[in-house]
């Protein structure tokens, strides 16, 4: 079992009703070296909430421009995923509420079998338990390795190297 960081932006609040901007996966791993990043262009019918948009620091001329497809990109993750899993990848995310979604609707988008399935896990909630302070459910961020910058790729390293922190601590995470 491999677990993966994963971080998503997007346009607005709801796959298929707005659009997935981009997302980064990191292995969660000593120097972080395993990662996947791709901007994607826009769902051809999905609306843009334009204050969304505007925190992932991309425009809609920008990403039609230059995004991947988004088959493409999710076809291209999956394999990723196969060829750098030992064992079942795991989803794990500061918000695995939005991000699991949005993977899910385009992994579903594009025909493809989920490799993460169809369960997650948060960091919060996982820094809560190892504490014994549900109240704390916040403070691993503190542990970030990188700025939070809505930079998908930056959040799910800064992630990822939180989570390796945790296992300073003495968390057993899986580190395959």
Request: proline residues 6%; aromatic residues 10%.
């Amino acid at each position: 079992m491999t677990w993966f960081a994963v971080d998503v932006e997007a346009n607005g609040p709801a796959p298929g009703l707005f659009s997935m901007t981009s997302f980064g996966v990191v292995a969660v791993r000593p120097g972080l070296d395993d990662t996947f990043y791709a901007e994607l262009r826009p769902l051809p019918d999905a609306g843009c909430d334009e204050q969304a948009l505007a925190v992932g620091g991309m425009s809609m001329e920008y990403l039609e421009s230059n995004g991947r497809d988004p088959v493409e990109a999710m076809t291209d993750l999956a394999e990723w995923l196969n060829e750098t899993s030992k064992g079942h990848p795991v989803l794990i995310s500061d918000n695995p509420g939005f991000d699991a979604m949005f993977i899910t609707y385009y992994f579903t988008l594009a025909g493809i079998k989920n490799p993460f399935g169809f369960s997650s896990r948060r960091i919060g909630d996982l820094y809560a338990g190892f504490v014994g302070d549900a109240g704390k459910a916040n403070a691993w961020k503190k542990l970030r390795t990188e700025r939070h910058t809505h930079n998908a790729l930056d959040d799910a390293r800064g992630n990822a190297g939180a989570l390796l922190a945790i296992a300073d601590q003495g968390l057993k995470i899986p580190q395959s």
